[in-house]
């Protein structure tokens, strides 16, 4: 049986990028493969925190993976933090990392511009990134389109590691969705859909009332064409719509230009909107509920400790291999 290993920041809400990009591919690939799903809290402190705020969202977001129809039953979940040996494994890869290897990565650049200060971690962030994935040897990783590069230099640092301290580690394959592994923003659609956008108008919070879900898609960005009709390059506004409604869906996009023949974008704004509130509505009641049950706290900690089990094995095995004098 394949390992599948992903991660979210538990920094803000989650968006409904997040959900079609990730999250979604997480429930379907627990059905036949062992899977990890972390809330990556020692990734989210990259950037300033306030604590409170980080302990509310670490709680938030792994009830929202549960809520999302990750079961515990099948699938670990669990906060990166709990498990010690990410960190342990993380500094090892940075090791492994060269300067220029992380100063060429767009997700560093892109937060860092502009910034008079900019930390340290924010800089490392991709080889701790190498080591999650790599202390439980997962095969497949699904993500969103924006993590490809930090997957590029996982299988760059395994196959280093592989040629310098011999056969190890699984050098992982990206599982990036062909349609919605990059949901743009609603009011431009140039933009990747974000939890960090200071317009929350820009996306759709997992959490957000449906009638602010409605509101939001009627107020989404279009153009003065009247066209559903799926043109990434053309029609780009209206080609995200199109990829929603098709997640929320299950429809192809050639289904859904032929649904929407004919009609101007207000009746198919109408439906997107329902289609997304059938979905977000029934996750957001169970979200409710398993934060009223209290059960969180015991799943986290269950998981947490298989997880451990696995990474222990791993790290002692690393560090044999790189020299270090274990302990007898
Ligand atoms: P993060 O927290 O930024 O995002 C979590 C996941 O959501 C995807 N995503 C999107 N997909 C489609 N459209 C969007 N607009 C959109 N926005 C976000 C992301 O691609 C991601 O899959 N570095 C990672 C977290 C991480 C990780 C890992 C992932 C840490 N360790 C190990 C995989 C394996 C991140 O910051 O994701």
């Known amino acids: 049986m394949k390992t599948v290993l992903s991660g979210i920041q538990p920094s803000g809400q989650l968006t409904l990028g997040n959900y079609i990009g990730a999250m979604k591919n997480f429930v379907k690939l627990q059905e036949d493969h062992r899977c990890y799903f972390m809330i990556v809290d020692l990734h989210a402190i990259t950037v300033p925190q306030e604590p409170a705020q980080l302990r509310e969202q670490s709680a938030a977001v792994a009830a929202l993976f549960v809520a999302a129809g990750i079961d515990p039953e099948k699938s670990a979940v669990f906060m990166q933090s709990h498990v010690p040996q990410h960190a342990e494994l993380g500094w090892l890869m940075t090791t492994l990392t060269s300067m220029g290897e992380l100063e060429r990565m767009t997700q560093f650049k892109d937060k860092s511009e502009g910034k008079e200060s900019v930390g340290a971690g924010l800089f490392v962030y991709p080889s701790l990134m190498a080591a999650d994935i790599l202390l439980y040897n997962a095969d497949l990783i699904p993500v969103g389109e924006d993590q490809k590069q930090h997957l590029e230099l996982t299988r760059d640092l395994a196959g280093r590691f592989n040629h310098r301290y011999g056969e190890y580690f699984t050098v992982p394959e990206p599982y990036i969705p062909e349609i919605g592994a990059r949901v743009m923003s609603l009011d431009d659609a140039s933009k990747k859909m974000s939890k960090s956008n200071p317009n929350p108008g820009s ?70 909107a329902e289609a997304v509130v059938s979905v977000l509505e029934p996750l957001q009641q169970r979200y409710r509920d398993i934060r009223e049950s209290g059960e969180m706290d015991r799943i986290l900690a269950r998981s947490a400790e298989r997880a451990r089990e696995t990474a222990a094995v791993t790290l002692a095995a690393v560090k044999e291999r790189m020299g270090f004098l274990m302990p007898k």
Not at 232 to 249: D, F, R, W
């Open 203 to 272: 996306y759709i919070a997992l959490l957000d009332e449906p009638s602010v879900i409605r509101k939001k898609i009627s107020r989404a960005t279009t153009d003065s064409d009247s066209e559903v009709r799926y043109d990434p390059a053309g029609k780009a506004e209206v080609s995200n719509l199109m990829t929603i409604y098709s997640q929320c869906t299950g429809l192809s996009l050639a289904e859904v230009e032929k649904r929407f023949e004919g009609q101007m974008y207000g009746a198919f704004k109408k439906e997107l």
